[in-house]
């Protein structure tokens, strides 16, 4: 379904847990990090799915514009791990801030991480962009809020369906 503009009535956001090194032995998370007034907000490398796009073209645009990172010269494709619906209001704007994040595993090495960009390609301010243990990375304000779940990369998968982003879940920073 989309509105009259023919944007979908339900932003889709893509976004990658880009990992670098053995998930078992601690390896290392992609993020950029933001900093806000009242503190930084680490958030996957990902954005907002165009109309005319499928998940996959949509993914790597995304790590394209943002990293310089050429998903189709990797060995392996972006796996989606999980979809988190989020229903939440914004401070300063009206209204209801709707998504639906799909999250996709990518596993990078370590010449792939070396060669992508140490800060946001597409933002104004340069955003930096920063790798964590996946440890962590699951204390971090992270949005999509998937902490909780990074813990099921190392151990037994974790459901599909992540528990909603709500006003009760989550403080946008």
């Known amino acids: 379904m989309t509105t009259t503009q023919g944007v979908p009535a339900l932003p889709i956001r893509v976004c990658a847990a880009l990992v670098e ?9 992609c993020l950029i990090r933001r900093e ?3 503190g930084a907000q680490y958030s996957l490398p990902g954005g907002i799915l165009h109309p005319d796009e499928q998940v996959p073209e949509a993914l790597a645009r995304e790590l394209r514009e943002e ?9 392996e494709r972006p796996r989606l791990l999980w979809a988190q619906d989020q ?4 401070p300063g704007r009206p209204g209801t801030f709707r998504r639906l994040h799909l999250i996709h595993l990518l596993a ?3 010449v792939v991480r070396a060669a992508l960009s140490a800060a946001e390609l597409d933002a104004e301010d340069r955003t930096r962009v920063v790798w964590v243990t996946l440890a962590e990375a699951a204390g971090l304000h992270l949005y999509p809020p998937v902490g909780p779940a990074l813990g099921g990369l190392t151990g037994p998968a974790a459901d599909v369906l992540l528990p909603p982003v709500t006003d009760r879940t989550y403080a946008w920073r």
Do not use: I, S, W
């Open 21 to 29: 090194g053995d998930l078992t032995a601690g390896g290392e998370l």
């Open 36 to 38: 806000r007034p009242t």
């Open 67 to 75: 990293l310089g990172l050429d998903v189709a010269a990797l060995p």
């Open 87 to 90: 229903v939440t209001t914004r």
């Open 108 to 110: 990078v090495d370590r």
